[in-house]
């Protein structure tokens, strides 16, 4: 029931150019299609509850009652109760650390002046996590007939990296989602998606291939038209609540808080958790007050290399359809901002007041300690367990050293060696190992890769041709080989000679989406070969399985890629226990425990996409033609 990635790019093509010419009209159509959505449900509802009646009425009056009377009632009972427990949707709520108004005022009244301004309803709470983002969330406390409890949900290290001007340029675009009829009819549309999921779920989990084929049809047509049109949709509320945002904090100032947020969460995820984890080479326990340092990082001006970097990654970034929201340029080019590297590398200033501290007053501090002890607390066993780790690799490196003073390493101790060198001492140290290791294999990929951005690092040209070797070798370093070089070259004003990598780095960024969206998913039209494992490996992974009691049958097979064909895929396909009674929260908790459990407890070969065969039988018979598929069955299940 999926379109194909080329066909829905098209689709969402054509989609965006209506949306842009006729918005207005292009709700409308969107509307239908949702009305459309409900009419069906209800008509089968309808016809199904009348049948239903029918054949009671025709059973209270008959002198008998046949099979195929009691088979009908059970056929139309199952219906009902699938279709009526789909259409009843509830939302968890969403966690965090409730704020309170007597607590936090500031927070509060902002929220509720740009909540007056745009027209948007109160919030009934205020949650902050960990995250750096911000975001709001209606639960409906009814399922689709409504009666929304609002929650606002904001990232302390955001708050923390945000000036009060442009966190205020964050709310009003978050609020935004939320002013006049914008959140009804959106939160209309978001519940329509999520009940097609609820009954094509529930449908799947009560194993009749029967009540499938009544939705089949429809939904083959309408499930993909419905999720491109919703798509865009979703897009476009992106662009509305930007200006939504512009005309409560003006245009430069929303520009600022965008260019700002893209650059310092790629900053905190990629530069200041890496060091922090570093410090695990030396430390035994994990620092103690992290969201302090976090609030440090963020008040010191950080290193311009880096802001460079991220800045020029967020700007050359290009929208695409594996997410509603629209890049960094196609943003700032919406809200008429024209950005200027060089001009934007200004806004990286050192804050002085952030807007946790403005919003957050005197409860900043027990806020800060006690999410620095959360953090502490949920990271010290694992913490412990890498220092151990890397006091091994310490010492397997002292070990090497002393070896390679007798004798030559093979390549395998030599590349060993030149990566630990270069993790525990640095560049300057491992530059010889790893010319020694080129000079005996001049097709190392790890050593020309790692060797190519150590010279690009020391603004040396030749480092292009290391990692140019290193590619040739390696497809998988592709993309963040061309970047790498990109980089160097627009440093050095080669600009003509960077977009040609960049273009290439882009390329294969596609083939690599198609690929994962590729292997993230098994569908009717797929085909199968034998998985080619050793008998010992399958013998070992069967008494691995046999340790789970509900498993039933279990299939092994390869799948046939059309991207990378070269990086098998094998698919373990299971089918388990499970009772019709099971809510279908119940059912998806239970598969991804399952899941997740195979994946962590055992040994599997390589790259394993793992498949739940329950909902799909049609699927177990096309595996069951595979010859040697079927590597576990259950004792006494045929």
Not at 17 to 22: D, L, M, P, R, S
Not at 497 to 504: H, M, V
Request: hydrophobic letters at 40%.
């Amino acid at each position: 029931m999926a379109f194909k990635q080329e066909r829905f790019d098209r689709l969402i093509q054509k989609l965006e150019v209506f949306a842009n010419k006729q918005p207005h009209l292009y709700k409308l159509h969107v509307a239908f299609l949702a009305t459309l959505g409900y009419a069906y449900i209800f008509l089968v509802l309808a016809v199904t509850l009348a049948l239903l009646v029918g054949i009671i009425f025709g059973i209270l009056n008959a002198q008998s009652i046949s099979n195929l009377s009691l088979t009908g009632l059970l056929f139309f009972l199952t219906l009902t109760f699938v279709l009526v427990r789909s259409l009843w949707i509830s939302f968890p709520p969403p966690t965090g650390l409730p704020l309170q108004p007597q607590d936090v005022p500031n927070l509060y009244s902002l929220t509720n002046e740009i909540s007056s301004k745009l027209q948007a309803p109160r919030f009934h709470h205020i949650l902050l996590t960990n995250d750096f983002n911000a975001g709001v969330f209606q639960r409906p406390r009814l399922g689709l007939l409504g009666w929304q409890q609002n929650y606002l949900i904001v990232g302390l290290p955001l708050m923390l990296a945000l000036p009060p001007e442009q966190f205020r340029a964050v709310l009003a675009h978050e609020l935004g989602h939320l002013s006049g009829n914008h959140s009804r009819f959106s939160g209309w549309i978001y519940r329509q998606r999520e009940t097609w999921y609820r009954i094509v779920k529930g449908l799947q989990q009560s194993g009749h291939e029967i009540l499938l084929l009544i939705f089949q049809l429809f939904l083959i047509w309408y499930i993909p038209f419905f999720n491109a049109y919703s798509f865009v949709l979703a897009r476009m509320n992106e662009y509305e609540a930007d200006r939504c945002a512009v005309d409560l904090t003006k245009e430069q100032n929303t520009a600022k808080a965008l260019i700002n947020f893209e650059v310092k969460s790629r900053f905190i995820e990629r530069y200041f958790w890496d060091s922090i984890y570093k410090q695990v080479e030396t430390q035994i326990e994990p620092p103690e007050m992290i969201y302090t340092a976090i609030q440090q990082a963020f008040a010191q001006r950080i290193n311009e290399e880096i802001i460079s970097t991220c800045l020029m990654e967020a700007l050359t970034e290009k929208t695409n359809n594996t997410d509603t929201h629209p890049c960094l340029r196609d943003r700032l080019k919406a809200l008429g901002y024209i950005p200027n590297f060089q001009k934007e590398l200004a806004i990286f200033v050192p804050i002085e007041i952030s807007a946790a501290q403005e919003f957050l007053g005197d409860e900043l501090e027990k806020i800060i300690e006690h999410f620095s002890q959360v953090w502490r607390e949920k990271i010290s066993t694992p913490w412990r367990q890498k220092y151990a780790e890397i006091q091994k690799l310490i010492v397997t490196l002292k070990d090497l050293n002393c070896k390679s003073q007798k004798q030559q390493l093979t390549l395998e101790e030599a590349s060993q060696q030149a990566f630990l060198t270069f993790k525990f001492e640095g560049e300057e140290a491992v530059i010889p190992l790893l010319q020694e290791i080129i000079h005996r294999d001049p097709h190392h990929a790890l050593a020309n890769y790692l060797l190519g951005q150590i010279f690009l690092n020391k603004q040396d040209a030749t480092g292009i041709e290391y990692i140019e070797r290193a590619i040739a070798q390696d497809s998988s370093i592709l993309r963040e080989g061309c970047q790498i070089i990109c980089y160097f070259l627009k440093e050095q004003g080669k600009n003509n000679e960077a977009k040609s990598y960049q273009e290439r780095a882009e390329n294969y960024g596609k083939l690599v989406l198609k690929s994962q969206q590729e292997r993230s998913t098994l569908k009717k039209d797929d085909k199968f070969e034998p998985h080619n494992i050793s008998d010992i490996e399958v013998k070992k992974l069967r008494q691995q399985l046999s340790n789970y009691s509900h498993l039933i049958t279990a299939y092994l097979v390869q799948k046939n890629l059309q991207y990378f064909p070269e990086k098998p895929l094998y698919v373990l396909a299971v089918k388990r226990e499970f009772s019709f009674l099971e809510g279908s929260h119940s059912y998806e908790a239970d598969n991804s425990k399952l899941v997740n459990s195979l994946l962590q407890e055992n040994e599997l070969p390589g790259n394993v996409f793992i498949f739940i065969l329950n909902s799909h039988l049609s699927m177990e018979k096309k595996l069951k033609r595979i010859p040697n598929s079927m590597i576990y069955q259950k004792k006494g299940k045929k």
